[in-house]
């Protein structure tokens, strides 16, 4: 058999081995090959054998051969027969696309090995747990974000995201990387899984999964690519990151994709952003320069947000958002993660605590939070009761298993004045980087207002990441939520009221945590964290959170802005109504487009859970004091339990009740009177039966009556009998678009004609 028809026999057996079907290629090949050379082509690896020996592969069929292996997970075989060739009879054309097959296959070599199994997220901590990343990804939810809101501040993404989590669809892994998109947009909140996306995406792509045609696929990450601040283009960075693979290789002109991480933690960015900009540091080009680029870029919302406006070299892109585990998700990382014993009260635990139920959504919360329940020996369900007892349990925990390091009890740790110190200067650091708004910072930065930080550097690690670069060292906080609590709790601690309010980033970012600290319950820890400085003594004094509820209500234009905030901080501070906060309630100002009242509730589909259970505690204790509400919007067709619970307390002392949807309130009826009833759904045909069950008991109450119908119900003639029967003394009713009735006798003569 000569050579030429050698090697194409090896070529069709080769992708015969795709299908493992060993006997049915021994069947076919029996008369053309020997027994020997058939016995040693079954496996990929005898192939090889072969082929080192005849080392007479044709060069029309290189690419299939590389393909085959490929594609049969022996990247690895590939890699080993590039360098036990050498044939020095090839052309430069032929020795380009060798090298740039080799690379190719040594890619989808390493990408397996490094992010097959990833580090799972603890708090603060980047530790190994030997999660497979593939069966992690499917619980991800990932949702469309070309209208999530631009923010300069990165920490109202909390907020943001609580509300989105109520209306997102989720979007299949598959529908947005096999379609191939030449730019893709991934933003969410930290600890969310942009990281583990892209990951994913690598070993897709390793395995053949997605980009079958992109050649080449690099992975940066923004906090390394910033230690090399003087690189100028992409070749040279390639250079530095894969050094051992691309070999001064130019990339220009060939399918390359980036994975570009963290775009929020590059020290440039507004260089970036701005190539007006006199800039000193070529490596903002490097990172421009990946635009030409098929890319993939993820970072946090406000990041992604700001980049899109200079995300033009390509106008077929997709931006996204990581929303965290789903709920299966959420089931089988407790299941995976938490001991037998303690599996039902974490379960509990994310089903009554609004809180936890919210935040479950986000691996990094989820994380902390089983891991602090599990290692509790309280059986209660009341961990984490507000947003602040969150952060307030994770930051305590981080700081007696990961920096101190010993089994004391939180009580005896904080007992020793040197651990205080230590949080308060945690703390400061924090809050200096962050009302400038800093996510990086140097050394000199720090000891501005540290002076022994140089000699306890190494004290602070844990809390704090220190970076290397060719130019020094530079640090970042592990987490950026957690830098945004510890801003909060220093300025709790060494800040007055008014130093609060004057600061517009601690008042939109962290002022309802800043009240939180206010929380006066002596079973929760955050007792801990509001005595560091023996030098002020706000914390023992109610007039300090009285102050700044004051100034919030009676402050700005922002109506709607400063009724949340207020409503937020109250219940983060767990207060009652006593005569103080009874007075500032008293005196908030009425919008100037409503002059009946001051105080309202609406539901709807844009607010979170989160929010409905700060309204909750709000009203019990505002229908409590005896204070009427000037109106209740219902604008939702399913109520969940937290938001019937709001309405049925809102009912019960309320001037005007407004619905824009049918509702189905489950056998519920109110029982108080009211003003003014606005039932306004006539963009929806509703039943008789429907109308009686939900909406008459209210029409029953009410003195006056604003009623609008679809055109299309046919029982117009009840309404007479039913108002003439209940307490309305006025109303009006438009019917079929048009027709409006005043008075009963309108209403009979039309019914009756």
């Known amino acids: 058999m000569d050579d030429k028809k050698y090697k194409d026999i090896l070529l069709k057996i080769a992708v015969n081995l795709l299908d493992r079907d060993v006997e049915a290629i021994k069947f076919y090949y029996s008369k053309q090959i020997g027994d020997a050379d058939l016995e040693r082509i079954t496996t990929p690896i005898k192939l090889i054998q072969i082929l080192e020996q005849r080392m007479v592969l044709g060069i029309d069929n290189y690419s299939s051969f590389v393909e085959v292996l490929t594609k049969i997970g022996r990247s690895d075989l590939v890699i080993y027969f590039f360098e036990i060739s050498n044939s020095p009879n090839k052309d430069s054309n032929i ?82 990387f096999m379609k191939e998109k030449p730019v893709i947009l991934i933003s969410g909140i930290a600890g969310i899984g942009k990281t583990w996306l892209l990951r994913k995406c690598l070993l897709d792509w390793s395995n053949d999964l997605i980009w079958k045609n992109v050649e080449l696929v690099f992975y940066l990450e923004c906090r390394r690519i910033n230690q090399y601040p003087y690189i100028s283009n992409i070749n040279d960075l390639l250079n530095v990151f894969y050094k051992d693979i691309v070999n001064n290789f130019n990339i220009s002109n060939h399918t390359a994709l980036f994975l570009i991480d963290g775009l929020d933690e590059f020290k440039y960015f507004n260089e970036l952003l701005n190539p007006s900009l006199t800039c000193n540091y070529p490596i903002v080009n490097a990172l421009a320069e990946i635009q030409k680029y098929r890319h993939v870029i993820a970072g946090r919302v406000y990041a992604i947000d700001q ?89 305590l925990y981080f700081l007696r298993k990961h920096i101190i390091k010993n089994n004391k009890l939180i009580y005896e740790i904080m007992e020793n004045s040197s651990n205080k110190k230590y949080i308060l200067s945690i703390c400061k650091i924090a809050y200096k980087m962050f009302v400038n708004n800093k996510i990086i910072f140097s050394k000199d930065e720090i000891q501005a207002f540290i002076n022994d930080f140089d000699k306890n550097e190494g004290n602070f690690f844990g809390f704090i990441e220190r970076i290397e670069t060719d130019l020094g060292c530079y640090y970042q906080f592990a987490h950026l939520t957690i830098m945004e609590f510890c801003a909060s709790v220093y300025a709790y601690n060494c800040l007055s009221s008014d130093e609060i309010m004057a600061n517009e980033r601690l008042k939109i970012s962290c002022l309802s945590m800043i009240c939180g600290l206010a929380n006066k319950n002596p079973n929760s820890l955050l007792k801990f964290l509001v005595n560091l400085d023996s030098s002020k003594k706000h914390y023992k004094e109610s007039s300090f959170l009285f102050s700044i509820l004051d100034r ?33 309630v008293d005196s908030k100002k009425k919008p100037k487009w409503w002059k009946r009242g001051e105080w309202s509730i609406s539901i709807h589909d844009g607010k979170s859970s989160y929010f409905t259970s700060c309204e909750n505690y709000f009203i019990n204790h505002y229908v409590k004091s005896g204070r009427k509400l000037s109106f209740l919007s219902v604008d939702k067709n399913i109520l969940s339990d937290e938001e019937k619970k709001l309405l049925i307390q809102c009912s ?77 003394k006025k109303f009006w009713i438009m019917y079929h678009g048009k027709k409006i009735f005043y008075n009963l006798d309108e209403l009979k003569n039309f019914t009756t004609r």
Request: charged share 30%.
């Open 307 to 395: 980049y899109q406006s200079i995300s033009t070299e390509h106008s077929d892109k997709l931006t996204i958002q990581v929303m965290g585990f789903n709920e299966n998700g959420i089931n089988n990382y407790v299941e995976s993660h938490v001991i037998e014993e303690k599996k039902e009260l974490v379960k509990t635990t994310l089903k009554e605590s609004s809180i936890a139920k919210a935040m479950a959504s986000v691996p990094f919360y989820l994380s902390s939070m089983c891991k602090i329940i599990s290692d509790s020996k309280k059986m209660d369900t009341n961990f984490f009761l507000t947003m602040t007892d969150l952060y307030t349990n994770i930051f």
């Open 95 to 176: 020795s380009f696309k060798k090298d740039l097959l080799k690379m190719s296959a040594e890619l989808k070599k390493i990408y397996p090995n490094y992010y097959g199994k990833i580090g799972e997220l603890q708090p603060l901590l980047k530790a190994s747990a030997n999660v497979d990343l593939i069966q992690k990804f499917i619980d991800l939810c990932i949702v469309d974000a070309v209208n999530a809101q631009i923010d300069a501040y990165f920490s109202v993404e909390r907020k943001e995201f609580l509300e989105k989590q109520i209306h997102y669809t989720p979007i299949p892994y598959s529908d947005i």
């Open 652 to 728: 019960t002392n309320v001037r005007d009740v407004r619905f824009y949807r049918p509702n189905n309130f489950d056998g519920w009826k109110p029982k108080d009177k009211i003003e003014m009833l606005k039932i306004w759904i006539s963009d929806y045909l509703i039943t008789k039966k429907d109308f009686e069950e939900n909406f008459l008991p209210w029409i029953n109450l009410c003195k006056e009556l604003n009623l609008t119908l679809h055109k299309d119900i046919d029982f117009i003639n009840e309404f007479y009998e039913w108002i003439r029967c209940s307490n309305v």
């Open 552 to 584: 919030l209500i009676k402050s700005g234009d922002r109506e709607d802005f400063h009724h949340d905030l207020f409503i937020e901080c109250f219940y983060e501070s767990q207060s009652s109504f006593n005569d103080e906060i009874k007075s500032i």
